[in-house]
C-alpha cells in the first residue's frame, strides 16, 4: 500500500510530476495491501502455465497429422500422447497447489526483509533491464551446480528422475520435477532479487521470464527464426533437448539459461561434437 492517498500529495513527494506507468501503478495499487502485490505473482504463475504451454500441444498435435511440414522443426521424431501430457500436467497443478502456493503465502516475509519495493517512483526501463540481466546470470550460474549435482548417482535415482521421466519433453514437462528438486531449482530464481532487491513490478516479470524460458526450451521445437535466438549465449530448445536426449547418464549441457558455465567447465563437449558432426554431415 502507497504512503500518500492522492496524486499530489505523491507528486509532492517525489519532487516531480507523475509519468503515466506511475500514475498507473498508483491507481492500481494505492488501496491493496503490499502482501497481496507480492501474491500476484502466484496468479501471474498459473496464467503462465496454463497459456504458453498450449503451443508446445498445439504444435505436437498438429505436426502429427495436418501439418508434418513442421516435423522438420521437431528435435525428437516422437509425439507425445495427449494422455501423457494430461498426466503431466496433473502432477504440475498438483506441485503447484500444495507446494508453490503455500510457499508463496509464507515468504512474504522475507520478501519484505530483502527490500523487494512497490513503492513510487517505478524503476526505469534501463533499470529492470540490468537487474534482470543480473538475476539470470545468477540463476545460472547457481542453477548448473545444483543440476550438475543432480546427476549424482544418488541425486538422480532419488530427486532428478521424475523429470527425465518424459522423452521427448513438450513445454508442460519444464516444471515436471520432484517436489524437492522443485525447491532445489527454485532458490537461485531469488538469490538474484535477495542481493539486488527490485521493484516488485520487476520481481513479477522477472519471474515470468524464467518460467517462460523453462517453457520454451521444454518445447521441443527448434525454430531458426525465434527471437531468443538473438540472446548471445542462450541455449534455448535444442541446447537442453540433447541433455534430455542422454537422460540419466547425461553430463552434458547442465545450465539453464546460458551456454557458457558448460563451455567453461567442459559439459558440453559431447554436444558441440554432435553439431560439428551434423554440420559436416550437411557438407558432405
Known amino acids: 500500500m502507497l504512503p500518500f492517498s ?3 500529495e505523491a507528486e509532492a ?13 498508483f491507481r492500481y495499487t494505492v488501496a491493496i495491501p503490499d502482501s497481496w502485490l507480492f501474491y500476484m505473482n502466484t496468479v501471474f504463475l498459473f496464467v503462465i502455465f496454463n497459456t504458453t504451454t498450449l503451443p508446445s500441444l498445439l504444435l505436437n498435435i498438429l505436426a502429427q497429422s495436418t ?16 494422455s501423457v501430457a494430461f498426466q503431466v500436467y496433473k502432477a504440475v497443478m498438483k506441485t503447484f497447489i500444495f507446494l508453490l502456493l503455500p510457499l508463496q503465502l509464507v515468504s512474504y516475509s522475507i520478501i519484505r526483509f530483502v527490500g523487494i519495493r512497490t513503492s513510487l517512483p517505478l524503476p526505469s526501463p534501463w533499470e529492470v533491464l540490468a537487474q534482470i540481466t543480473v538475476y539470470f546470470m545468477i540463476e545460472d550460474y547457481l542453477n548448473y551446480w545444483i543440476h550438475r549435482w543432480l546427476h549424482t548417482e544418488w541425486a538422480f535415482k532419488n530427486i532428478h528422475y521424475k523429470h527425465h521421466e518424459f522423452v521427448p519433453v513438450t513445454g508442460l514437462t519444464g516444471p515436471y520435477a520432484h517436489w524437492l528438486e522443485v525447491l532445489l531449482l527454485g532458490f537461485p530464481s531469488f538469490v538474484g532479487p535477495a542481493f539486488v532487491p527490485c521493484h516488485v513490478v520487476t520481481f513479477w516479470l522477472w519471474i515470468a521470464l524464467r518460467q517462460l524460458e523453462a517453457i520454451e526450451t521444454h ?6 527464426w525465434w527471437p531468443t535466438k538473438l540472446i548471445p549465449f542462450y541455449g534455448g530448445p535444442e541446447f537442453h533437448d540433447y541433455h534430455h536426449s542422454v537422460g540419466g547418464k547425461s553430463q552434458n549441457n547442465f545450465a ?19 553439431k560439428r558432426h551434423k554440420a559436416a554431415s550437411k557438407e558432405q
Open 13 to 25: 513527494k517525489l519532487g516531480r510530476n507523475l509519468t503515466t506507468a506511475d500514475a498507473l501503478w
Open 256 to 274: 539453464s539459461v546460458f551456454t557458457y558455465c558448460d563451455y567453461i567447465y567442459g559439459t558440453s563437449k559431447g554436444y558441440r561434437f554432435k
Open 67 to 82: 501439418f508434418p511440414y513442421l516435423r522438420r522443426f521437431k528435435l525428437r521424431p516422437a509425439f507425445t500422447p495427449l
Open 219 to 224: 518445447g521441443g521445437f527448434d525454430f531458426p
Open 6 to 8: 492522492t496524486l499530489e
